[in-house]
Nanobody, 124 residues
Framework: QVQLVESGGGLVQPGGSLRLSCAASGSISSIYAMGWYRRAPGKQGELVARITSGGTTNYAGPVKGRFTISRDNANNTVYLQMNSLKPEDPDVYYC??????????????????WGQGTQVTVSS
């Protein structure tokens, strides 16, 4: 019913930039917030950045000043501009959306949805 489709990952040299995109589609009623998480192999996932429907943002400490999250509410899309990438920036980035859908059985249902992940590799 709901799909989050990510794009924009790839290989970049240290100090380089990438821009990730995530488009939400399906029977969406409202999107409250969208964000990006990342997880390196063998490690816990962590929040990278999040943006609410009103435009309030928050960032993980290690990415402040380097990453910028933005959102196109009309197209249910969130972006993550990543600058000054470092070799220690973990590998797989996942899009998240806190949204509600309308169901015939339960009415409005709010839940978290996740994208499939996009690989970001920083290497010289």
């Amino acid at each position: 019913q709901v799909q989050l489709v990510e794009s924009g990952g790839g290989l970049v040299q240290p100090g380089g930039s990438l821009r990730l995109s995530c488009a939400a589609s399906g029977s969406i009623s409202s999107i409250y917030a969208m964000g990006w998480y990342r997880r390196a192999p063998g490690k816990q996932g962590e929040l990278v950045a999040r943006i609410t429907s009103g435009g309030t943002t928050n960032y993980a400490g290690p990415v402040k000043g380097r990453f910028t999250i933005s959102r196109d509410n009309a197209n249910n899309t969130v972006y993550l501009q990543m600058n000054s990438l470092k070799p220690e920036d973990p590998d797989v980035y996942y899009c998240n959306a806190d949204l509600s859908i309308f169901t015939a059985t339960w009415g409005m249902v709010r839940d978290d949805y996740w994208g499939q992940g996009t690989q970001v590799t920083v290497s010289s």
